[in-house]
């Protein structure tokens, strides 16, 4: 349901290919179908109210890690007037770049995956994931990246989909991950992001766990939070 900025595994399905321009068709998806079917489902209620209260506790300069097609982009408060984005993937990026070209806001774009930024250390005060950890090939690295760009003072802030507290449906969320990463891009359904976070050094300061109204439970259950080095 919630991924963007994974990569699926082609290699396993070598002879799905486009026959006229012979280009994978799982590569085709993830470049060219999923990002417009999930900038769809992302952008209906209640997601632009949980992006918009997130994002209202970020200041100073700012780095959004999985950016993807840009839907955080409106619900920045004013104040920020510089962003710095990271996302792997183009197709994401193409759909992204109309609302770039729309806002005020000056958005340094890098197609580039988290597990190994350019930028020099402790050079943001703010970090923010939106539903993307669950994609992230290794996501312990990229926390570790995170934490290593962020100032001493300063905060990652979060909202992700991972393995719900219930062992009902943490059963479901084992069971359905290999599929949720072929159409989904890469998702996991049963990361633990509380763990996840904690294990790379992050100290876990404001946390909420909750079922999404109206989602599936193997797919709705949230962690969203506040973290400090």
């Not at 703010?126 to 003072?153: F, G, H, Q, Y």
């Amino acid at each position: 349901m919630l991924l963007n900025r994974g990569r699926c595994k082609t290699a396993a399905l070598p002879h799905l290919r486009n026959k006229w321009t012979g280009e994978h068709v799982m590569g085709l998806y993830s470049r060219v179908l999923f990002p417009r079917g999930l900038d769809w489902l992302m952008s209906r209620p209640p997601f632009p109210d949980i992006r918009q209260a997130l994002l209202a506790q970020v200041g100073g300069k700012v780095l959004e890690v999985g950016f993807g097609t840009g839907l955080n982009l409106p619900h920045y408060p004013s104040h920020i007037h510089e962003l710095t984005t990271v996302d792997p993937n183009p197709g994401m990026n193409s759909v992204a770049q109309r609302r770039i070209k729309a806002s005020p806001i000056v958005v340094r774009s890098h197609m580039l995956h988290g597990e190994q930024l350019p930028m020099a250390d402790e050079s943001f005060d703010t970090v923010v994931s939106t539903w993307t950890l669950c994609s992230i090939e290794n996501v312990e690295r990229a926390l570790r990246e995170l934490r290593r760009v962020l100032k001493p003072d300063g905060r990652y802030v979060f909202i992700e989909h991972g393995l719900s507290d219930d062992p009902k449906v943490q059963r479901w969320q084992h069971l359905l991950t290999p599929l949720q990463k072929i159409y989904a891009d890469g998702c996991h359904l049963n990361r633990n992001m509380r763990e996840i976070i904690q294990q790379q050094g992050f100290s876990i300061v404001e946390l909420e766990q909750f079922y999404l109204d109206r989602a599936p439970k193997s797919q709705g259950y949230m962690y969203r939070g506040v973290a400090t080095k």
